[in-house]
């Protein structure tokens, strides 16, 4: 039985605090994120590069300062080992139409490189 997409996302927080250096990448950032996976949303909350919070279901109205949304199928394509041209990037995902981002472009942009590498998290195999 593989695990489900909701359950490799749900892995980004262990997995992100793990790892030191980018934990130094993303000292910088604070903020709220709404992501998407499928039709499943989730508060994701970076503290100084921290995840802070991830919590299924986020409440209504509950404000965010980036929302990313995408298919089932884009987080899967994503998440491969390794990605196929044209579904292994945030911004190519964008430009299929697989996904949207929306919400503080300065601040996506100011830490674009940290938000792609902690979304890319559940590529990796899980450790055991």
């Given at each position: 039985m593989t695990e489900?997409?909701?359950?490799?996302?749900?892995?980004?927080?262990?997995?992100?605090?793990?790892?030191?250096?980018?934990?130094?990448?993303?000292?910088?950032?604070?903020?709220?994120?709404?992501?998407?996976?499928?039709?499943?949303?989730?508060?994701?909350?970076i503290r100084a590069g921290r995840v802070d919070?991830?919590?299924?279901?986020?409440?209504?109205f509950a404000p965010a300062d980036l929302v990313i949304r995408a298919t089932q199928e884009a987080w899967?394509?994503?998440?491969?080992?390794?990605?196929?041209?044209?579904?292994?990037?945030?911004?190519?995902?964008t430009k299929r139409g697989a996904m949207t981002i929306e919400g503080d472009s300065h601040l996506l942009f100011a830490h674009l490189q940290y938000l792609k590498d902690v979304l890319a998290l559940p590529r990796q195999a899980p450790a055991h």
């Open positions: 489900s997409l909701q359950q490799r996302f749900e892995s980004i927080a262990q997995r992100a605090d793990a790892d030191a250096r980018l934990v130094h990448r993303g000292r910088h950032l604070t903020a709220d994120l709404k992501v998407v996976v499928g039709d499943a949303p989730y508060l994701l909350r919070g991830l919590q299924a279901h986020m409440p209504l899967a394509a994503l998440w491969e080992p390794t990605p196929r041209p044209g579904w292994h990037d945030l911004f190519a995902l």
